[in-house]
């Protein structure tokens, strides 16, 4: 199981290491620092290296490297996941998780990964259960620990642990019973030259936050839902219950969580909220080329969309782009070629348009450039 | 400050050495000022001195044993979280010495009343096992005992120790297939992924092929099959189970629901159980959760994409409906790119190439060179595999061959040059045409490739080809080895054939070469020179290699056939370790074959019930909880038998639950909650359902929908369990409903519903069931009472 656990930040030092079993060098990064010279990117990097005698798998989130080190023969995604699940409870606790962060806090740091993980093995990564044993900090708590000389630290087994709900913590009270549901839904489409769509899926969300007291037990119906090809559920949900009635029924954790995700995939159709009518044309010849591209509104039933954000990976050969919007901002990044156009809200009267000349490097050849569109 | 008096000042001392340790910086030189502090009261002081105690043992052992009289002290403490810490560190700290302290500890653990103490006590055992291999038959014991414990908690920590020590004991197994098949949806996630690992070994060992029988008829009935995947298929599966051995389909089918975790690793596991173990006909129901790992982080779409490249090379089928999924996104890194090329070219079949191919030429037009490289030999792979479309394609990638880009030229002629060889008919323009690019290409291996080509077929080409060898040999000195080489081998090629014109060239190039600085070339021109220009006229042996050099050089050539590099994979249990590097990793458990003769089924029989008999009632009072427990989520509703009291057992019961109660008073409390939905339930006389408004309390919905989804009708409607509560008060109304529903408890007992008995149906032993259900109503009036006096 995992061995050790290296975090790296971007210039490549190891700012903290965790072992769980006997001791292994810090120097087994090497190997990982030289796939990471090797890739372009940071993306590029293999998730799993194998080295002679370890093997390096690795998860990249908010810029920094969370290297495991494992020597025997372990399912790669179980460790992944493991890694993003700390990741996550790092998030969960402190609100972000960047290197300053894990450094002000390693303390927390340390205990939180002691707690996580038993001899290599997951231990407790309910996020409900660490936050007993270990209480996050905050400045209230600080302040008051150090003048009553309490700790963060629980003495007592968290009674979750000990349940079958593990996530839901015991004797939770609130004066005011409430419960928000957020539905998140992301639609990727890939569309082709003319406009018309090769392929489209909806990934969405229900994200939630549930400050019921006591054991509440919800239910949960959709009007359709056939809609959903798939389905993953947070464990509270029972899948019995799924199975025959197609009804959600669960005792959430206290708290934030993700209740479930589905996804409806390319077989049923989609509608995209927005259509691009574009025209790019870069000029071998002399050193311009024109870019023009209106956004429109297409089957939103007549809600407004919002927060559009149209970004551009530009090919390297394009120096500046001289570009005109009648609304919203643009902005392009000469180093990474990248031009981004905050559009906003679209408005069905005047539709949103941006127009220009681009200004290209002599002699280089002429790329398509594919716009991929973040509509949110 | 570690030797002050103050707490505080002590926990900042330990702070900062916590910080030196988890930056890397060696803190072993304040080994014993902080091993004093093991005693102290001050639980985060001693937690972190525990941290660090583990980072350091191992290097001062002599002085680490100072430490473990205050652990044996800590494992009889009455709280169970400070008796589980003590004895993960005491097992954390790596000193042969203790050996036999920590066995005694782990055997102590093991028949613990808490389980958490017992799940501890499963987590120690690979830790000796690790630190002394010879403990291992008497630590096989402990983990056989710990293998027959009922709670979700220990089984997992139990199975993965049992997969750690002694994988090789597959016959520990045996007796608790059928338990741990039930409890699977209830352990926690990540002992469900090593649950789910070990029994499909234990099914590849214990259960014959399912697919065996079926393998001649299942070739035809493929297709229709797979296509649709609703009704008709589930018939078709009923009517072809009854082949399968009734605990194999237990297994799968307690493994299904688990594909619609949130956690990648357990879908990928159950997975991997399907595609190792289940009827052909069935291992297609887990593409389209793996489809929808492919949303998740990069690192969860690398791994999956490998093991579906993998599979796919087997079971085109399975993934053709979600072809369209792997279509390449520009935001895509890389190698997931490559790897959803990969993909896509394996899936390929007539019906959807078609598609593909207009996919595949829009990659070619991305920036990302090597990208856009793979996705031309993508193209070539779907043109050989692929019949029908061989022209179109060549048609294809010889219009790429006017393409700006030098590499996207270049790797098309590499293709175009492999898919000549299989249909090397008449081709003659597109060979006229590469020859033409000879001046214009400049990478290596594309100059070598047209060389090549050239030489190969030079008959259809007889006035081209030797101009080429011509240009060639004037810039000879400036090529790369690779093309030099190719220059010579076309230069003896045409000498062969067309003597006449080139014979000269050929002696020119291949003095050339004789000068060249790489050694590889210049054995390659004498070598070649004996053959086709033998010194001595005289001698006889040259000559014969000679008068064959025709056959030699020009003999036909087999066509390269483009594979997956994934179809070696096989070998290795998909989404292990092993089979994403495809070489064996350290500790791999190879996959047995299916057996031919399946051993005996009732090596899987449970005869626990006489034996749980045989043990102190306590053990099982606890036994019937955790069952009750596992039943909560697994079944819709559990509503369970209540009889009369039984003296006999009732003090035990008693007793047991206070000892849960020191440390978890509160688990009482939710368990009543439960209790009084399933009362209630029984009293509405719908046992089937769950009764939603009891014990919930009111909440303030608030939805916030999201724009973006407003034309698909999965518009949520949260349900606001009964609209009549909307007005009263929120917090009022759970207590409200308890209160109600506790007369209603009160008068259930003698309501003795026969039907619910069927939820024990799995004990097959009625007279265990009767035991049960006394031993439950114990349970339910003792904590009816204790509910009371606390409201």
């Known amino acids: ?376 | 400050m570690l030797d002050s008096n103050k707490d505080n000042l002590k926990l900042e001392a330990m702070k900062r050495i916590i910080g030196m340790v988890a930056k890397g910086r060696e803190a072993s030189d304040l080994f014993p000022a902080v091993v004093k502090n093991v005693v102290s009261k001050n639980i985060e002081v001693k937690k972190l001195v525990y941290v660090y105690l583990v980072r350091y043992a191992e290097e001062q052992q002599d002085l680490a044993l100072l430490s473990i009289s205050t652990f044996q002290r800590a494992l009889k403490d009455p709280n169970q979280l400070i008796r589980a810490s003590a004895l993960r560190v005491l097992s954390s700290i790596r000193v042969t010495m203790i050996v036999p302290i920590v066995m005694l500890a782990i055997k102590d653990a093991a028949a613990d009343m808490s389980p958490y103490v017992r799940k501890t006590a499963a987590h120690a055992i690979p830790k000796l096992y690790s630190l002394d291999q010879d403990q291992k038959e008497e630590l096989i014991q402990v983990l056989e005992k710990l293998l027959y414990d009922k709670t979700t908690l220990v089984v997992g920590s139990a199975v993965m120790a049992f997969e750690e020590v002694c994988p090789e004991r597959i016959d520990l197994i045996h007796k608790n297939f059928r338990k741990l098949c039930s409890l699977l949806v209830d352990v926690d996630e990540w002992g469900q992924v090593v649950i789910i690992n070990m029994l499909t070994r234990y099914a590849r060992s214990q259960f014959t092929d399912p697919n065996l029988q079926d393998v001649d008829e299942d070739e035809e009935s493929k297709r229709p099959f797979y296509e649709d995947e609703n009704e008709v298929d589930e018939e078709q599966q009923e009517k072809r189970a009854p082949t399968l051995d009734p605990d194999h389909r237990l297994l799968l089918r307690s493994a299904k629901p688990l594909l619609q975790s949130r956690n990648a690793a357990v879908v990928l596991s159950v997975a991997q159980l399907y595609h190792h173990t289940a009827p052909r006909s069935e291992v297609h129901q887990v593409a389209k959760a793996m489809i929808r790992l492919l949303r998740s982080h990069r690192e969860v779409q690398d791994i999956v994409l490998t093991s579906i490249a993998a599979t796919a090379t087997r079971r085109k089928v399975m993934f053709e409906p979600f072809l369209k999924s792997f279509f390449v996104r520009s935001s895509d890194a890389t190698h997931i790119k490559l790897l959803k090329l990969e993909i896509l070219t394996s899936l390929a079949t007539e019906s959807s190439v078609g598609i593909i191919l207009r996919e595949l030429q829009t990659y070619v037009a991305a920036h990302d060179p090597p990208f856009v490289a793979a996705a031309i030999q993508a193209i070539g792979r779907c043109a050989s595999n692929i019949k029908e479309v061989t022209d179109t394609c060549l048609n294809g990638l010889v219009s790429l061959l006017s393409n700006k880009d030098q590499a996207v030229v270049a790797e098309s002629v590499v293709v175009i040059k492999k898919l000549l060889q299989t249909q090397p008919s008449a081709h003659r323009e597109i060979i006229i045409q590469m020859a033409k690019l000879v001046d214009s290409v400049t990478v290596p291996q594309a100059r070598a490739s047209i060389l090549w080509l050239l030489g190969e077929y030079s008959e259809r080409v007889p006035k081209i080809a030797p101009d080429v060898l011509r240009k060639m040999a004037k810039t000879f000195t400036s090529e790369e080895d690779i093309v030099k080489l190719q220059v010579m081998t076309l230069a003896v090629k045409l000498c062969l054939t067309n003597p006449k014109q080139t014979k000269l060239l050929c002696q020119y190039v291949l003095q050339l070469a004789k000068y060249d600085q790489n050694y590889d070339l210049r054995d390659r021109a004498r070598f070649l020179r004996h053959i086709i220009f033998p010194a001595d006229a005289e001698s006889g042996g040259p000559t014969r290699l000679s008068k064959q050099a025709k056959k030699i050089f020009l003999a036909p050539k087999p066509a390269p056939v483009p594979e997956s590099h994934f179809k070696d994979r096989e070998q290795f249990q998909l989404g292990s370790l092993s089979h994403y590097i495809n070489t064996k990793a350290n500790g791999y458990q190879e996959l047995p074959p299916f057996p031919l003769e399946a051993p005996d089924p009732k090596a899987r029989d449970v005869e626990t019930e006489p034996q749980v008999m045989e043990q102190a009632p306590l053990f099982t009072a606890k036994k019937v909880s955790s069952k009750k427990d596992s039943k909560f989520y697994s079944d819709t509703e559990s509503p369970e038998d209540e009889s009369e009291e039984d003296e006999n057992s009732s003090d035990e019961d008693d007793d047991d639950d206070e000892e849960e109660e020191d440390s978890s008073s509160d688990k009482d409390e939710e368990e009543d909650d439960n209790e009084d939905e399933e009362s209630s339930g029984l009293e509405e006389k719908l046992p089937k359902k769950v009764v939603k408004s009891n014990a919930k309390p009111k909440s303030d919905e608030e939805e916030e929908e999201d724009e973006s989804d407003e034309d698909d009708s999965s518009s949520e409607s949260v349900s606001d369990s009964d609209s009549e509560d909307e007005s009263s008060e929120p917090s009022s109304v759970p207590k409200k409903q308890t209160r109600n529903a506790k007369p209603a408890k009160e008068s259930t007992p003698v309501v003795k519903p026969k039907s619910n008995l069927d939820l024990l149906l799995d004990l097959d032993d009625g007279v265990f069931c009767q035991l049960i259900s006394k031993v439950l109503s114990v349970i339910f009036c003792f904590q009816f009472l204790q509910h009371l006096l606390q409201s």
């Open chain 1, 1 to 376: 199981m995992i061995h050790s656990l290296f975090i790296i930040n971007p210039s490549g030092d190891v700012f903290m290491e965790k072992h769980w079993k006997s001791v292994i060098s810090r120097s087994v990064c090497d190997y990982f620092f030289d796939h990471q010279r090797k890739a372009s990117s940071p993306e590029d990097i293999p998730p799993v290296i194998a080295t002679p005698h370890h093997y390096l798998i690795s998860v990249y989130r908010s810029s920094m490297f969370f290297v495991a080190v494992c020597t025997t023969e372990v399912a790669p995604l179980f460790v992944v996941e493991f890694l993003h699940r700390v990741v996550d409870t790092f998030e969960d606790y402190f609100s972000e998780c960047t290197e300053s962060i894990i450094k002000e806090h390693y303390v927390v740091v340390y205990e939180l990964l002691d707690e996580m993980l038993d001899n290599g093995f997951p231990l407790a990564t309910e996020s409900n259960i660490l936050k007993e044993l270990i209480k996050p900090p905050n400045i209230l708590r600080t302040i008051a620990n150090t003048v009553t000389g309490k700790s963060n630290v629980s003495s007592t087994l968290p009674s979750g642990q000990l349940s079958n709900i593990p996530w839901r913590r015991t004797g939770v009270k609130y004066t005011n019973n409430e419960a928000y549901f957020d539905m998140i839904e992301e639609v990727d489409a890939i569309i082709d030259k003319s406009g018309s769509t090769v392929c489209a899926e909806i990934q969405g969300y229900i994200d939630c936050c549930i400050k019921l007291s006591g054991m509440p037990d919800l239910s949960l119906s959709f009007v359709n839902p056939r809609l959903f090809d798939d389905v993953s559920f947070h464990p509270c949900v029972r899948f019995k219950r799924w199975e025959s009635e197609r009804v959600l029924s669960f005792i959430p954790p206290d708290g934030n969580f993700r209740l479930m995700s589905y996804h409806i995939g390319s077989q049923s159709i989609v509608a995209i909220p927005v259509y691009v009518r574009h025209s790019l044309c870069l000029r071998e010849s002399g050193s311009g080329g024109r870019l023009d591209i209106t956004l429109g509104p297409k089957q939103t039933l007549g809600r407004t969309i919002e927060n559009v954000v149209l970004e551009i990976p530009m090919p390297k050969s394009v120096l500046n782009c001289g570009l005109v919007t009648n609304q919203g901002k643009y902005t392009f990044d000469p180093v990474s070629k990248l031009l981004v156009w905050e559009v906003g809200r679209i408005d069905v009267t005047k539709l949103p348009n941006i127009r220009g000349t681009i200004s290209l490097q002599s002699g280089s050849p002429p790329v398509e450039a594919n716009p991929s569109i973040n509509v949110s």
